[in-house]
């Protein structure tokens, strides 16, 4: 580190004698400091999605990888790379009936994180937003599941964001079975 510094401040007062007596600084140094030569943010995104779609992955390791996807996407530009990077249908595959509840808690919130003040991610979401998906995610919101896992308050804004009423204590053994999801 003395050294870079050092390289810094002959780069800055000009003085070529110091700077060719430093040398030039290391560049895996460098890598280190700036956190260079990892993947980047969308090839995480990319490789978070495997891990969870991967049927030989054990649940808590797609559970984590859905974690590190959705802080990835709380960035905006990385929310509106779920399109660019085609992976709103393996997210929204992640609802279907079969899927551990763990991981449509993980679905829903990753769309509603997303979807929330980012009108480019809501017009995308809904292109690939499977017929009945909108009432499904009521119903999921409304069960006893998913206001606990998720928050009542976000429970109600994706309500309102689905534009889905109450819908009560309906039956969803049907969920999904009518080309909903998956």
Do not use: H
Not at 128 to 155: H, K, W
């Amino acid at each position: 580190m003395e050294k870079l510094l050092q390289w810094s401040i002959a780069q800055q007062t000009g003085d070529k004698e110091s700077a060719e007596k430093i040398g030039q600084p290391d560049p895996k140094l460098l890598e280190q400091l700036f956190g260079g030569g990892g993947p980047d943010e969308p090839a995480l995104m990319k490789q978070s999605i495997m891990v969870v779609e991967n049927p030989e992955a054990t649940l808590e390791n797609k559970q984590i990888a859905f974690d590190n996807f959705e802080m990835l996407i709380e960035n905006l530009d990385n929310a509106n790379n779920i399109e660019n990077l085609k992976l709103w249908t393996s997210i929204i595959n992640q609802l279907s009936p079969e899927v551990d509840d763990s991981l449509k808690i993980y679905a829903a919130s990753i769309i509603g994180t997303a979807v929330q003040n980012n009108p480019n991610s809501q017009e995308d979401f809904l292109k690939y937003c499977p017929q009945g998906l909108t009432e499904y995610l009521g119903r999921l919101l409304v069960s006893t599941v998913f206001p606990s896992a998720i928050g009542l308050d976000a429970a109600l804004v994706w309500l309102a964001f689905l534009g889905v009423g109450f819908v009560g204590d309906e039956d969803d053994s049907d969920i999904g079975s009518d080309n909903s999801i998956g």
